[in-house]
């Protein structure tokens, strides 16, 4: 299961906005950064994360169970 995380958020760098990401809109700040979350597929595992369009740099913000 971990390494199919660790294969998605190492795919975060090339696509930003991949599938199953949705934005969240609440954290973000437009134009500046995007707040991302995605439930990895085939795991019950949350990624919530930062794109900064400026620099295209992704922070992590949290990888784990689902954010309650």
């Known amino acids: 299961m971990w390494s199919a995380v660790r294969w998605w958020i190492a795919d ?3 696509t930003p906005w ?3 990401s949705v934005p969240f809109a609440e ?5 500046e950064y995007e707040v ?3 439930m990895v597929p085939g795991t019950d595992i949350e ?3 930062r794109h900064h369009y400026a620099t295209d740099l992704v922070d992590l913000i ?3 169970p689902p954010w309650t």
């Open 12 to 14: 975060l760098a090339l």
């Open 47 to 49: 990624v919530i994360y």
């Open 18 to 20: 991949q599938a199953p």
């Open 27 to 31: 954290l973000s700040n437009q134009p």
């Open 62 to 64: 949290w990888v784990g």
């Open 36 to 38: 991302r979350s995605a």
